[in-house]
């Protein structure tokens, strides 16, 4: 007979694991629809495309009786306080590895004992942490991320969907109390109140996205080129995960990903999220990215991207230079500016710098100094 005592007794110490049971998540659904009809769920899809689906297990488990839950950490050596990493640790490599490992043994765990069982994983039919939060492994924190103890925000969320009538585990007793340490942390004012994230400006959402980054926020992008961890760095509760091991990121450059073929990125981004697959969108990334970064070596590779095919790379190239806004960079901008046919790229060589007097002469908003020559029409 399956037990959770049972199922404990084959995964590793410091996985928590739970069990929730399959009746519907009301609150969660409830929350799910305010954010899509708020706009607060800045064009996500996963488990906002259809809430009454992701929060109703039996919608697509009717034979379940039970969820097991795993939280599964999932910081690796490497993985300490750095300001030169590029890429959240989350999709630095395959971190899903260690989740599917321990699924797999509660799965053949349960097959062994007579149940039906379905793991299921960053699924867009389960909610997974309000799942956690049920089975009583994690809190829901103040960045509306999931924490569990010693861990904080460090760990992935897996479940074993079954129809094993096991015992359920309590909610945790636990929350953030007066620590508000993520909210001033994030670098765009996202977390808009306790509990509530604007995805539409969370950068590990705007940098998933399709089209265009919004110029507002492009600045706040910095270096990174995919990901955000700055709310999950400044979350107590994860320090001394975090604190515990060495700082050796060997996440990619900008310029070594505006100097890669797709297939190479596409090597890099296999456990991305990347729109329709099309790594013109890490490109877009890295574009912001390296002109956040300025200096002269840049100047080059995003002359070069003034020239490419793509209309979306030659716009985002165009505010790039434009961020950087030395002479060298004006007289980039100014040629392309004299051949580009594309309307909305011109907008965009243009929009790089800011009016400044009535001579044609434009200052950059980025770079105070900093002046671009762009003719109009």
């Known amino acids: 007979m ?3 005592s049972g199922i404990r007794g084959i995964v590793d110490a410091d996985v928590r694991v739970g069990v929730a049971s399959c009746d519907p998540f009301l609150e969660a659904a409830d929350e799910i629809q305010h954010r899509v009809d708020e706009g607060l769920n800045g064009g996500l899809g996963f488990t906002y495309t259809n809430p009454s689906l992701s929060t109703t297990p039996r919608a697509s488990f009717p034979w379940a009786s039970s969820i097991v839950v795993a939280a599964v950490p999932y910081l ?8 030169g990493r590029t890429v959240a640790r989350f999709a630095d490599g395959d ?7 321990v699924l797999g043994r509660i799965e053949t765990f349960l097959s062994h004992a007579g149940h039906r069982c379905e793991v299921v994983f960053d699924d867009d039919r389960l909610v997974d942490r309000a ?3 049920r089975a009583g492994v994690a809190w829901s924190g103040k960045s509306t991320m999931a924490l569990t103890p010693g861990h904080g925000p460090w760990f992935l969320i ?3 969907v079954t129809d094993a009538d096991l015992e359920y585990t309590d909610p945790m007793v636990r ?10 942390a994030c670098p765009t004012d996202a977390i808009i109140a306790p509990g509530v994230l604007d995805a539409s400006r969370c ?7 399709p089209g265009d980054i919004p110029p507002t926020l492009r600045t706040a992008v910095g270096e990174r080129i995919y990901g955000c961890d700055d709310c999950l760095t400044a979350c107590p509760p994860g320090d001394r995960a975090l604190d515990a091991l060495g700082s050796s990121a060997t996440t990619p450059s900008a310029v070594e990903i505006l100097s890669m073929t797709d297939v190479e990125i596409e090597a890099i981004a296999q456990h991305w999220y990347v729109p329709k697959r099309n790594m013109r969108f890490v490109r877009r990334n890295a574009l912001i990215a390296l002109g956040n970064a300025g200096g002269v070596s840049a100047l080059g590779i995003l002359a070069g991207y003034l020239g490419h095919p793509d209309s979306l790379l030659r716009s985002h190239a165009a505010w790039a230079l ?21 309307p909305a790229v011109l907008s965009a060589l243009r929009e790089a710098c800011l009016p400044d007097d009535a001579d044609g002469v434009y200052a950059d908003p980025h770079q105070p100094t900093g002046r671009v020559r762009v003719e109009s029409e």
């Open 2 to 4: 399956a037990t959770l």
């Open 76 to 83: 690796v050596e490497g993985d300490g306080r750095d300001s």
């Open 95 to 101: 971190r899903y590895e260690r989740v599917r490992s």
């Open 131 to 133: 799942v956690a939060i």
């Open 158 to 160: 897996g479940s074993v």
């Open 175 to 184: 929350g953030c109390g007066t620590c508000v340490a993520c909210i001033p």
């Open 203 to 209: 950068l590990a959402a705007v940098l998933q996205r």
């Open 322 to 342: 434009g961020a950087i806004g030395t002479e060298s960079a004006e007289a980039v901008l100014t040629a392309a500016a004299s051949v580009e046919t594309d």
